[in-house]
């Protein structure tokens, strides 16, 4: 049995979730044994996710949030393979600023920079930049800022730089010069990791999509857009190249669009990548069911939300997976349709938001536990217990999912 589950946000991180998944295991079947790889797609508890799975250890490192003021922030760092895993949550992310806090034209991603410069001192041959959860929209000018990048004021002198905290300090800007970039990062893999795959400008763009939820006003928006196209433009010139349409170039403000240009990034999906790091593959085979799961599950779900990219793993050693989910919405019912056998809601008693999320580790406990008593059920045995792990067990998964 392996339980893969991200987190349930405002309720259960991943690695809560896995216990609590491992509870309701537990008491239907005594005798199952659970491995856990808790999961993340790139956003806020990546890092998290892979420490808990026994794939790196948790490095504290200090960096500025999207307000600069500084926070602990923590790296994942994998010394057997050199592998830092540095989460733009972390530092400038969205969580970290109240909302009568945010400002959308002073949020700066320099804490990014400094994370990753964390990981360069570590000796990292390989970087993973999850872009999740950012309060930023500054196109990544103060990650580049902090790794040495220098911004031409217009009216400045040569040599004279202005460090960029957010868009606003981008207005005034006329150049780059990259110089200054920590000649370290040429030798380093870098992987974005995100689940959007929104270029940096236009409709589906950063600014456009995900800046009302950072504090943009519709007019912030429309400036927004000009600032980035500025500093696009800078960026094609300085580099001899254009990435503004790339996909994932709008993941996190913008944070994509400069890990491309400047960084020579390769884009992945979040999820994909941290099953990659956590052996979610090698968990997965010879297993009888994955239980996976989130807060919410709905038609988005399947453009590459955790509880696809898990049941893609399965599928692929023909392994059963059950969805566990807070929220079932519209277009949940696609995932039967690509190889899940059922999407289960957990909530078992109406109430206010908070006592809903108050009460997350029970209801996904009962779940699991009704979810293996239902496997029982369509297996006629009533002694799945003794089964748990089999490819007995795996094939009642699948009458059961089939007769749901």
């Known amino acids: 049995m392996v339980l893969a589950p991200d987190s349930f946000k405002e309720s259960l991180s991943a690695a809560e979730a896995c216990a609590s998944l491992e509870a309701g295991v537990l008491a239907a079947w005594p005798r199952a044994r659970c491995l856990r790889r808790p999961m993340a797609d790139g956003g806020e508890g990546t890092v998290e996710a892979v420490v808990g799975a026994g794939a790196a250890e948790l490095v504290e490192v200090v960096a500025h949030d999207a307000l600069m003021r500084v926070r602990r922030a923590h790296v994942a760092w994998d010394a057997r393979t050199r592998t830092a895993v540095v989460e733009a949550a972390q530092g400038p992310g969205l969580e970290h600023v109240a909302p009568e806090d945010r400002d959308i034209w002073g949020a700066t991603s320099a804490g990014v920079g400094e994370m990753v410069l964390a990981a360069l001192d570590l000796g990292a041959h390989r970087i993973v930049i999850g872009l999740g959860g950012s309060a930023t929209n500054d196109g990544g000018s103060g990650m580049l800022a902090a790794l040495g990048v220098r911004f031409r004021g217009a009216e400045a002198h040569e040599g004279d730089a202005v460090v960029p905290v957010g868009p606003r300090d981008l207005v005034g800007v006329e150049g780059m010069e990259l110089s200054g970039l920590d000649p370290r990062l040429r030798e380093v893999e870098i992987i974005a990791a995100t689940d959007v795959t929104n270029p940096l400008l236009g409709p589906h763009g950063a600014s456009e999509v995900f800046g009302a939820q950072k504090g943009a006003s519709p007019e912030d928006v429309v400036l927004l857009e000009e600032v980035l196209s500025h500093l696009a433009d800078m960026g094609e010139r300085a580099c001899g ?85 807070g929220r079932v919405g519209a277009g949940a019912e696609d995932l039967l349709d690509v190889g899940v056998a059922a999407v289960v809601p957990i909530v078992r008693e109406a109430g206010d938001l908070g006592e809903v999320l108050a009460a997350g580790g029970g209801n996904l406990t009962a779940a699991a536990e009704m979810v293996c008593r239902l496997i029982d059920l369509g297996a006629g045995t009533g002694d799945a217990a003794g089964t748990a792990g089999t490819a007995g067990t795996a094939r009642a998964v699948g009458t059961a999912g089939t007769a749901q």
């Open 241 to 325: 190249r254009d990435l503004r349409g790339a996909a994932g170039a709008g993941a996190a403000g913008g944070l994509g669009w400069a890990c491309l240009q400047f960084l020579g990034a390769r884009m992945r999906p979040g999820v994909e990548v941290v099953a990659d790091l956590v052996d979610l593959s090698g968990a997965v085979r010879g297993a009888a069911l994955v239980l996976t799961g989130e807060g919410s599950v709905d038609a988005q779900t399947l453009g590459g939300k955790t509880p696809m990219g898990v049941a893609r793993v399965a599928a692929q050693a023909d392994v059963p997976v059950v969805v566990l989910a």
